[in-house]
């Protein structure tokens, strides 16, 4: 059964420094999306990402936050700076289409990032 | 805006007992609605959905759901617990503003069942 992927499964990092979480979608599917889980709280939409550009993003997306499709398979979340309060589960997913789909997103397992 | 409301934050049930976990959304438009499930240490999986037709829709697991449109529910049954079924429950809506998908999670539900 095709799947997304994530990786890395856990990163730590050093607050101020950048890190890159990736995800990859499953093949035929068009629509991109970044959420994340503070623990102890609920999921937040970040990002969507459709025809190599953001769909939507909220409030959470800052300047900080970036998002690309470097190539056909990759789908990237960059945080340039983090803070302490970025730490959380970083879930990618994705889904097969817009108005035509049938609105399941399909969740990779999650990153996990630990800022010191 | 749309919205996800559940009721229960934290729900502790002994093996065998009946499980109903509300869910309210507010979005005046049409909408999906799907019921995720993250087990312990483990990602987002999705247990049911409802996208139109019969508003009772049955998931993997045994469990249930039934969207009410007048009240602007989805709420998710199962008869009899088992203690593999404690988990967090997220119940969310999906609508299509412009196209694309949209899905707003509710803050979830911690459902602890004790053997």
């Known amino acids: 059964e095709p799947e997304v992927t994530q990786t890395p499964s856990h990163q730590v990092t050093q607050m101020g420094q950048e890190v890159i979480l990736r995800c990859v979608p499953i093949?035929?599917?068009?629509?991109f999306y970044w959420y994340r889980q503070i623990l102890g709280q609920k999921v937040e939409f970040l990002v969507s990402?459709?025809?190599?550009?953001?769909?939507?993003k909220s409030e959470i997306f800052d300047d900080q936050f970036s998002v690309e499709r470097p190539d056909g398979s990759n789908f990237t979340l960059k945080i340039r700076s983090t803070k302490l309060e970025d730490s959380a589960m970083y879930f990618c997913?994705?889904?097969?289409?817009?108005?035509?789909?049938?609105?399941?997103?399909?969740f990779g397992e999650g990153s996990r990032l630990t800022v010191l | 805006a749309q919205s996800v409301s559940q009721h229960n934050h934290h729900v502790i049930l002994s093996e065998a007992a009946s499980l109903e976990l509300g869910c309210n959304y507010s979005y005046g438009g049409t909408v999906n609605l799907f019921w995720y499930v993250q087990y312990p240490g483990q990602h987002l999986q999705l247990l049911l959905k409802y996208f139109s037709g019969d508003p009772l829709v049955k998931g993997i697991k045994g469990f249930e759901a039934e969207f009410i449109k007048s009240k602007f529910s989805f709420n998710l049954r199962k008869p009899s617990v088992q203690w593999s079924d404690t988990a967090e429950y997220f119940c969310a809506v999906n609508s299509r503003p412009g196209g694309y998908q949209k899905v707003t999670f509710g803050i979830g539900t911690k459902l602890q069942v004790i053997p």
């Open positions: 997913a994705s889904s097969e289409s817009g108005t035509g789909g049938t609105g399941e997103l399909f």
């Open positions: 093949s035929n599917h068009l629509y």
């Open positions: 990402f459709y025809n190599n550009e953001i769909s939507e």
